[in-house]
């Protein structure tokens, strides 16, 4: 499995702006399709956005539609997700995953590798 790492997260005001990155383990990452989850607490983990293999499909809850953006550089084996229009319902623990096989793009079940989380918390 490839081994992730998130990083970028923090305490933005609510309308503000944050970019999370995603850095994978060499030599297989352009094998995987990626996406970014997060769970609030209380809450069950969730389907935030996804990105084909080769960046050419994006997927988007249709609670971050026209506000996140994900995207992927395989060459720098990193995902991203631009994060705009904050607000405090997007305030979570943000996780990168990885999936090496066909997979259902919003189903956590259809990823195999995941990071360890990253602290968003947005201020209203």
């Known amino acids: 499995q490839v081994q992730l790492v998130e990083s970028g997260g923090g305490l933005v005001q609510a309308g503000g702006s944050l970019r999370l990155s995603c850095a994978a383990s060499?030599?297989?990452?352009?094998?995987?399709?990626m996406g970014w989850f997060r769970q609030a607490p209380g809450k069950e983990r969730e389907f935030v956005a996804a990105?084909?293999?080769?960046?050419?499909?994006?997927d988007y809850a249709d609670s971050v539609k026209g506000r996140f953006t994900i995207s992927r550089d395989n060459a720098k084996n990193t995902v991203y997700l631009q994060m705009d229009e904050l607000r405090p319902e997007d305030t979570a623990v943000y996780y990168c995953a990885g999936a090496n096989q066909y997979y259902t793009y919003s189903d956590t079940d259809s990823y195999n590798s995941w990071g360890q989380g990253t602290q968003v918390t947005v201020s209203s």
């Open positions: 060499g030599r297989t990452f352009s094998s995987y399709s």
């Open positions: 990105i084909s293999r080769a960046g050419v499909r994006t």
